[in-house]
């Protein structure tokens, strides 16, 4: 049926799937958590707390051991900002799901994270092997972006697809 190497390959990658299948049932989550508790940053807080507590009780099921603090501390400033960074996207998610839709929000979240990997990869930053922008890659952000059109103004010009109902 599929070798052990197909496997190996398809197993990652149907996980990436799956963590992209549960996006948009995270961003409304957070935003009806927040219009519940008055705010969507209650959403945003109330999201990361829950996922703190699955994360410890990950750590102490699977016995994970200490962390390395010291290795941690010695590292370049960057290894810090991803938390910093997950919080305003659960935040804008909480904010912003309510306005623009699911895939209004998540196309446009992946738009900005292909356009901004293609400039990361391209000057090879935070320790990534570079990776030049040639036409293909240019080609692919500008077919992201007319995707995130269509998907969003459904056939609209292209100043209102990305407009917020009610004018706000």
């Given at each position: 049926?599929?070798?052990?190497?197909?496997?190996l390959?398809i197993?990652p990658?149907?996980?990436?799937?799956?963590?992209?299948?549960?996006l948009?049932?995270?961003?409304?989550s957070?935003?009806?958590v927040?219009r519940?508790l008055?705010?969507?940053?209650?959403?945003?807080?109330?999201?990361?707390?829950?996922s703190?507590?699955v994360?410890?009780?990950?750590?102490?099921v699977?016995?994970?051991?200490?962390?390395?603090?010291?290795?941690?501390?010695?590292?370049?400033?960057?290894?810090w900002v991803g938390g910093?960074?997950?919080?305003l996207y659960?935040?804008a998610?909480?904010?912003?799901t309510?306005?623009?839709?699911?895939?209004?929000f998540?196309?446009?979240?992946?738009?900005?994270q292909i356009?901004t990997?293609?400039?990361?990869?391209?000057?090879?930053?935070?320790?990534?092997?570079?990776?030049?922008?040639?036409?293909a890659r240019v080609l692919g952000?500008?077919l992201?972006?007319?995707?995130?059109?269509?998907?969003?103004g459904?056939?609209a010009?292209?100043?209102?697809?990305?407009a917020?109902?009610g004018?706000?």
């Open positions: 049926m599929f070798s052990k190497a197909a496997l390959a197993i990658a149907g996980l990436a799937l799956l963590a992209g299948v549960v948009p049932f995270q961003a409304a957070n935003s009806a927040g519940a008055g705010h969507p940053l209650w959403g945003a807080l109330t999201s990361l707390l829950v703190t507590a994360v410890v009780a990950a750590l102490l699977l016995r994970v051991s200490a962390p390395n603090l010291g290795k941690a501390l010695q590292g370049p400033w960057w290894l910093v960074l997950g919080a659960v935040a998610a909480a904010a912003l309510p306005k623009l839709g699911a895939a209004g998540l196309l446009l979240v992946v738009a900005g356009i990997s293609v400039v990361v990869d391209h000057f090879g930053l935070m320790g990534l092997t570079q990776k030049p922008v040639n036409l952000v500008l992201i972006i007319g995707g995130v059109l269509l998907v969003q459904g056939g010009s292209a100043a209102s697809a990305l917020l109902p004018g706000k």
